[in-house]
């Protein structure tokens, strides 16, 4: 079992949807969640973060973390043509290194 | 100009060849990452290094090597190819861990190997 899994898609929606995408996670040592948004030939980009449980918003985007059920969230409102790209999750421990194990991502297609 | 380089972009080669990706950062970053991507597998972590005489496995090391040749370069060796190697791979940056950071990693843009 992985240590991160992610919902595959792909997802498609029409534009002005409200767009969820998850994950689970299995290790209790994993402080950090982060979501990287990939474009079609780019390299992912850090979207937002969130430490421990909880949710934080940042504009249209919102992520939510619950750790009694292992599960993380990213949530876009108001989702544009813009928004299409392939979502990744990542877990981050607490140790020194820091290591990110990703979820295998979630290509979203928001159709105008 | 990107802060984070990869060449080449696009590579074809053949089982058996010895294949070197390149990645050349203007962060001033010390730590270092490849990552391989394959669908349905997401990253995953080939090598690491956090300064240049420090170089770590990751999680799929084996039949690939890495050299770091100053803080800016860090390069990813396919010392004889295989087609199970045709994948998407990565290099990353980021910045030393402090307090609070949850150590954001900085991507190049990729290279696409493809091997026959």
């Known amino acids: 079992q992985k240590e991160v899994e992610q919902d595959p898609g792909p997802l498609s929606v029409p534009e002005g949807a409200i767009v969820s995408l998850n994950c689970t996670y299995s290790?209790?040592?994993?402080?950090?969640f982060m979501w990287y948004r990939q474009y079609s030939r780019k390299g992912p980009e850090l979207l937002m973060y969130?430490?421990?449980?909880g949710n934080k918003e940042d504009g249209r985007f919102t992520a939510q973390v619950d750790k009694s059920s292992k599960y993380i969230s990213l949530f876009i409102r108001d989702s544009q043509p813009s928004d299409s790209a392939t979502y990744l999750c990542?877990?981050?421990?607490?140790?020194?290194?820091?290591?990110?194990?990703f979820g295998s991502g979630t290509q979203l297609t928001v159709l105008p | 100009d990107a802060d984070v380089t990869q060449t080449p972009r696009n590579r074809i080669t053949k089982t058996g060849k010895r294949i070197m990706l390149e990645c050349s950062q203007t962060?001033?970053?010390?730590?270092m990452y490849w990552y391989r991507q394959d669908p349905g597998l997401g990253l995953r972590l080939i090598y690491y290094?956090?300064?240049?005489?420090?170089?770590n496995k990751g999680e799929i090391s084996d039949g690939y090597s890495v050299s770091r040749q100053a803080q800016a370069k860090f390069s990813l060796s396919l010392e004889s190819a295989i087609p199970n190697q045709t994948a998407l791979y990565f290099c990353?940056?980021?910045?030393?861990?402090?307090?609070?950071?949850?150590?954001?990693?900085?991507f190049g843009p990729g290279t696409r190997l493809t091997v026959l």
């Open positions: 290094s956090f300064d240049v005489k420090d170089i």
């Open positions: 290790n209790s040592a994993f402080q950090y």
């Open positions: 990353a940056t980021s910045d030393p861990i402090l307090a609070g950071n949850p150590n954001e990693q900085f």
């Open positions: 969130t430490y421990s449980s």
């Open positions: 962060k001033g970053h010390d730590r």
């Open positions: 990542a877990s981050v421990s607490s140790g020194s290194a820091r290591q990110l194990t």
